[in-house]
T-cell receptor, first 115, second 114 residues
Framework: KAGVTQTPRYLIKTRGQQVTLSCSPISGHRSVSWYQQTPGQGLQFLFEYFSETQRNKGNFPGRFSGRQFSNSRSEMNVSTLELGDSALYLC??????????????FGPGTRLTVL | DQQVKQNSPSLSVQEGRISILNCDYTNSMFDYFLWYKKYPAEGPTFLISISSIKDKNEDGRFTVFLNKSAKHLSLHIVPSQPGDSAVYFCAASEGDNYGQNFVFGPGTRLSVLP
């Protein structure tokens, strides 16, 4: 079974630009969560999508948005990039068919550098 | 304000000995806890979890202990192996049936010396 895939793996943008990151979950997984990892803050939860609906959102500004498609693939968009947005963005998928807790399987991440 | 804390940024242990990684949390609503391991250039890999109705969960060389009154959990690795060298993240969840939200600690870098 293929794992979680994220594209692109590396991205360099300049301040003010916008960026879209993509995540394909493990086949059959309907929950997709996004995290930002920085050296100082560790992993911080951005949002979770389940069946094309945003179910939960972390404490990030509205410049960070996402969506999920009917095939469970998810995209994350960051508009008006700031230098502080430079980070590793991780996507995690979960089966979550029973109850709310589901083991999350992480992708390799997208390394975003904002110049 | 960090809700999940891992106060040791790094830990070195001799091969074959026990590794103990600690995690503290402040939110008493957390009721599900997980440990992840992360190698460089890879996403975190799930190791073991524990529900708040238990105080211990074991899986092979890995055991997680939960002390709810102290809001503390620990991961024990016995015996430690060089391949265990990685960054370990503690995570906690307080979601409901609608959504889940995992809060991660900053991580502890474990080095197992041969």
């Amino acid at each position: 079974k293929a794992g979680v895939t994220q594209t692109p793996r590396y991205l360099i943008k300049t301040r003010g630009q916008q960026v879209t990151l993509s995540c394909s979950p493990i086949s059959g997984h309907r929950s997709v969560s996004w995290y930002q990892q920085t050296p100082g803050q560790g992993l911080q939860f951005l949002f979770e999508y389940f069946s094309e609906t945003q179910r939960n959102k972390g404490n990030f500004p509205g410049r960070f948005s996402g969506r999920q498609f009917s095939n469970s693939r998810s995209e994350m968009n960051v508009s008006t990039l700031e230098l502080g947005d430079s980070a590793l963005y991780l996507c995690a998928s979960s089966l979550r068919t029973s109850g709310r807790h589901g083991e999350q399987f992480f992708g390799p991440g997208t390394r975003l550098t904002v110049l | 304000d960090q809700q999940v804390k891992q106060n040791s940024p790094s830990l070195s242990v001799q091969e074959g000995r026990i590794s103990i990684l600690n995690c503290d949390y402040t939110n008493s609503m957390f009721d599900y806890f997980l440990w992840y391991k992360k190698y460089p250039a890879e996403g975190p890999t799930f190791l073991i979890s524990i529900s708040s109705i238990k105080d211990k969960n074991e899986d092979g060389r890995f055991t997680v202990f939960l002390n709810k009154s102290a809001k503390h959990l620990s991961l024990h690795i016995v015996p430690s192996q060089p391949g265990d060298s990685a960054v370990y993240f503690c995570a906690a969840s307080e979601g409901d049936n609608y959504g889940q939200n995992f809060v991660f600690g900053p991580g502890t870098r474990l080095s197992v010396l041969p």
